[in-house]
């Protein structure tokens, strides 16, 4: 009965001291909502995509997210747009691509270490010649960018002498869960387009791949440029003509879970930075 008689006094005096006027370091601060956390990248379906050639399927972007937060979030994919080239792409065509690739529901909301890839079409949306900086942003996102390069019917040579080789590098998917540790189903492509006006020796040979703070040459990675189905191409490569290679799940490009910066760079090249990521394997 005591205890009782206790509690009930300090419950009296407390809400007599709320009501004369609360407590005396103010008002309560609401605590702020968690900002969501995801993480985002991108990649091509192709880097270089005539137009004028048979192809399958048309230029394909494929997102990757990442919830990195400890909530469950909404993604906002419904309203996010495609940045090219610095300004955002709107309008009923990109509605309809947008429409087109959001179908079922499992990008909607993410739980937090869950991740999503779409894939969304480009066909009718990219169409004329040039080289193209893309980025998907939404609310909460925003991706690094990556390329995409259209060629004419009937490409121009350049007028200048020496060599010129474009290049660009991809990984599809951008995120991947490691099916174990050690083991994980990216694949790398590396691309080379001679703009120049004549013949070329591209280099590959002695070219490098910078992963983060790792530079891969000779040894290994000559082997893995090497390896399987090649033309001559890879190494002369004729103006106006493009070229490429898939590395495959290479485990020295994915050794471990982590974020990775990669570029590709030879004699006479060098491509713009690409980000994907590697998840650890879930828990069976």
């Given at each position: 009965?005591?205890?009782?008689?206790?509690?009930?006094?300090?419950?009296?005096?407390?809400?007599?001291?709320?009501?004369?006027?609360?407590?005396?370091?103010?008002?309560?601060?609401?605590?702020?909502?968690?900002?969501?956390?995801?993480?985002?990248?991108?990649?091509?379906?192709?880097?270089?995509?005539?137009?004028?050639?048979?192809?399958?399927?048309?230029?394909?972007?494929?997102?990757?997210?990442?919830?990195?937060?400890?909530?469950?979030?909404?993604?906002?994919?419904?309203?996010?747009?495609?940045?090219?080239?610095?300004?955002?792409?709107?309008?009923?065509?990109?509605?309809?691509?947008?429409?087109?690739?959001?179908?079922?529901?499992?990008?909607?909301?993410?739980?937090?270490?869950?991740?999503?890839?779409?894939?969304?079409?480009?066909?009718?949306?990219?169409?004329?010649?040039?080289?193209?900086?893309?980025?998907?942003?939404?609310?909460?996102?925003?991706?690094?960018?990556?390329?995409?390069?259209?060629?004419?019917?009937?490409?121009?040579?350049?007028?200048?002498?020496?060599?010129?080789?474009?290049?660009?590098?991809?990984?599809?998917?951008?995120?991947?869960?490691?099916?174990?540790?050690?083991?994980?189903?990216?694949?790398?492509?590396?691309?080379?387009?001679?703009?120049?006006?004549?013949?070329?020796?591209?280099?590959?040979?002695d070219s490098v791949l910078h992963l983060n703070d790792l530079?891969?040459?000779?040894g290994d990675w000559r082997r893995a440029l090497f390896g399987?189905?090649?033309?001559?191409?890879?190494?002369?490569?004729?103006?106006?003509?493009?070229?490429?290679?898939?590395?495959?799940?290479?485990?020295?490009?994915?050794?471990?879970?982590?974020?990775?910066?990669?570029?590709?760079?030879?004699?006479?090249?060098?491509?713009?930075?690409?980000?994907?990521?590697?998840?650890?394997?879930?828990a069976k």
């Amino acid at each position: 009965m005591r205890s009782i008689i206790v509690v009930g006094v300090v419950a009296g005096v407390v809400a007599a001291f709320v009501g004369a006027g609360g407590s005396r370091g103010g008002q309560v601060k609401p605590v702020a909502e968690e900002q969501p956390k995801l993480w985002v990248a991108v990649s091509m379906s192709h880097s270089v995509y005539d137009p004028f050639t048979f192809n399958v399927k048309g230029p394909e972007i494929h997102l990757g997210l990442v919830n990195d937060g400890a909530q469950t979030v909404e993604t906002g994919l419904r309203e996010s747009v495609l940045i090219v080239n610095g300004k955002p792409l709107t309008g009923e065509k990109w509605n309809a691509a947008l429409k087109e690739c959001l179908k079922g529901d499992t990008w909607e909301k993410l739980r937090p270490g869950d991740h999503t890839v779409v894939v969304c079409p480009l066909q009718g949306l990219i169409g004329e010649t040039g080289t193209y900086r893309l980025s998907w942003k939404g609310k909460h996102f925003q991706s690094p960018e990556t390329v995409l390069r259209f060629l004419p019917r009937d490409p121009v040579p350049s007028k200048e002498p020496g060599v010129k080789l474009w290049a660009a590098v991809r990984v599809l998917p951008p995120v991947v869960v490691m099916d174990r540790p050690g083991v994980c189903y990216n694949t790398l492509h590396l691309e080379l387009m001679n703009d120049g006006n004549e013949t070329v020796e591209t280099g590959v040979a002695d070219s490098v791949l910078h992963l983060n703070d790792l530079r891969f040459r000779g040894g290994d990675w000559r082997r893995a440029l090497f390896g399987g189905i090649g033309s001559d191409d890879w190494t002369r490569l004729p103006p106006g003509i493009s070229t490429g290679k898939a590395i495959g799940s290479w485990q020295s490009i994915f050794p471990e879970p982590g974020i990775f910066r990669a570029s590709w760079r030879g004699k006479d090249f060098q491509s713009p930075e690409i980000t994907y990521r590697v998840l650890p394997p879930k828990a069976k």
